[in-house]
């Protein structure tokens, strides 16, 4: 019964180095959501994965970010040559998908707080 | 703004009173979603109206939706020092069966 998962709680790292976030969902959910909190505000969307589907990219600020997942399981989110704006949380979240997909709620992670010097 | 836009941005309160946030929005919605995130980490869900809803209880919590006025207040009843947090309004839109648009959030402090 345990939840999504993420690791590490908090990283600190210089700018212009590479870091991996990783997400471990709930077993079973097909469904999973990377998003960016910064400081005071909401959630920004990053990348959602579906089953074996292609996965919607739409919201990758910049293409020093990537996202991988295999399968239903774990998530890596990368983010190569960090920049202090990369600084924030960075949010894990999964969902069943019901038939339509609409009415899932999402279950998320504790974060990973990064910290970009 | 698609997202949704929270007011207040911070509420404080007595412990025993009631809270209200608000929530209004742009766009057209399958249902809207409430959220809340203790100490800056991970959000839990509270509640989900329908965009045919108006009204939903949970517990203490109670949400209301206004499709015409495109607003949903979340009310916290005889709230407890517990209940501090900050609180998400999340959009699904009708056009996107997965994506949630998240609002700027209302940060509640409730004083014992």
């Known amino acids: 019964g345990a939840g999504v998962s993420q690791s590490p709680s908090n990283k600190v790292t210089e700018k212009g180095k590479d870091v991996e976030l990783r997400c471990d969902p709930i077993s079973g959910h097909t469904a999973l959501y990377w998003y960016r909190q910064r400081l005071g505000q909401g959630l920004e969307f990053l990348i959602y994965?579906?089953?074996?589907?292609?996965?919607?990219k739409s919201g990758l600020p910049s293409d020093r970010f990537s996202a991988e997942r295999t399968g239903e399981s774990v998530s890596t989110l990368t983010i190569q040559r960090t920049q202090q704006e990369d600084s924030a949380v960075y949010l894990c979240a999964s969902s069943t998908s019901r038939s339509g997909g609409s009415q899932e709620t999402q279950y998320f992670g504790p974060g990973t707080r990064l910290l970009v010097l | 703004s698609q997202q949704g836009e929270e007011d207040p941005q911070a509420l404080s309160i007595q412990e025993g009173e009631n809270a209200t946030m608000n929530c209004s929005y742009k766009?057209?919605?399958?249902?809207l979603q409430w959220y809340r995130q203790n100490s800056g980490r991970g959000l839990v869900h509270l509640i989900l109206?329908?965009?045919?809803?108006r009204e939903k209880h949970s517990g203490r919590l109670r949400v209301t939706l206004d499709t015409s006025k495109k607003s949903s207040s979340l009310l916290i009843t005889a709230s407890r020092a517990a209940d501090t947090a900050s609180y998400f309004c999340?959009?699904?839109?009708?056009?996107?069966?997965?994506?949630?648009?998240f609002g700027s959030g209302t940060r509640l402090l409730v004083r014992p």
């Open positions: 766009t057209s919605i399958n249902n």
């Open positions: 999340a959009l699904r839109r009708v056009d996107s069966s997965y994506k949630l648009i």
């Open positions: 994965f579906q089953g074996n589907s292609a996965p919607d």
């Open positions: 109206i329908r965009s045919n809803e």
